[in-house]
């Protein structure tokens, strides 16, 4: 077997995993990432904001005015324009489309995702939901 395949079990190797730090890091080399004014502005100009939270957070927290709520394990199916499960909103790969979760993690690697998918100018934010209510930016409760 070769360096950096798989064994026959499905486990990598050793030599190919690597840490949520490291993974987070190299999902994030690739784009830039934006703040709570620049995603509000990235909005007015006709982005997509997604809110990858799960219910119960959405429920305590609130909801961002416009924003299109997608649970992560349904993100690609939904925002894939040639998917057959698409959201309505999912209309370009070139529509642009910043990510939020709770504080700015799993946005990250949801972005990574999307972006495998064509979605070029997917993007997320920088401290999430979180940091989108301490900027005093709207939220439906």
Same mark, same amino acid.
């Given at each position: 077997?070769? *360096?950096?395949?798989?064994g026959? %079990?499905g486990?990598?190797?050793?030599?190919?995993r690597v840490?949520i730090?490291e #993974?987070l890091? +190299?999902?994030r080399a690739g784009y830039?990432?934006i703040?709570p004014q620049d995603?509000?502005?990235a909005?007015?100009d006709g982005a997509?904001?997604?809110?990858?939270?799960? *219910?119960?957070l959405?429920?305590? %927290?609130?909801?961002?005015?416009?924003a299109l709520?997608?649970?992560?394990?349904? #993100?690609e199916? +939904?925002?894939?324009?040639w998917?057959s499960h698409r959201?309505?909103?999912?209309?370009?790969?070139d529509?642009?489309?910043?990510?939020?979760?709770?504080e700015?993690?799993?946005s990250?690697?949801?972005?990574a995702?999307?972006?495998q998918l064509?979605?070029?100018?997917a993007?997320d934010l920088i401290?999430g939901f979180?940091?989108?209510?301490?900027h005093?930016?709207p939220?439906?409760?």
């Amino acid at each position: 077997m070769s *360096a950096g395949s798989s064994g026959t %079990d499905g486990v990598t190797n050793a030599a190919e995993r690597v840490g949520i730090d490291e #993974l987070l890091e +190299r999902a994030r080399a690739g784009y830039d990432r934006i703040g709570p004014q620049d995603a509000a502005a990235a909005a007015a100009d006709g982005a997509l904001l997604v809110d990858i939270r799960y *219910a119960a957070l959405r429920e305590k %927290d609130g909801l961002i005015p416009g924003a299109l709520v997608v649970e992560r394990n349904e #993100l690609e199916w +939904r925002l894939d324009p040639w998917g057959s499960h698409r959201a309505a909103e999912a209309v370009s790969h070139d529509l642009r489309i910043v990510v939020i979760c709770n504080e700015g993690y799993a946005s990250s690697l949801a972005v990574a995702s999307l972006r495998q998918l064509g979605l070029h100018r997917a993007t997320d934010l920088i401290g999430g939901f979180q940091a989108w209510r301490a900027h005093g930016l709207p939220v439906d409760v």
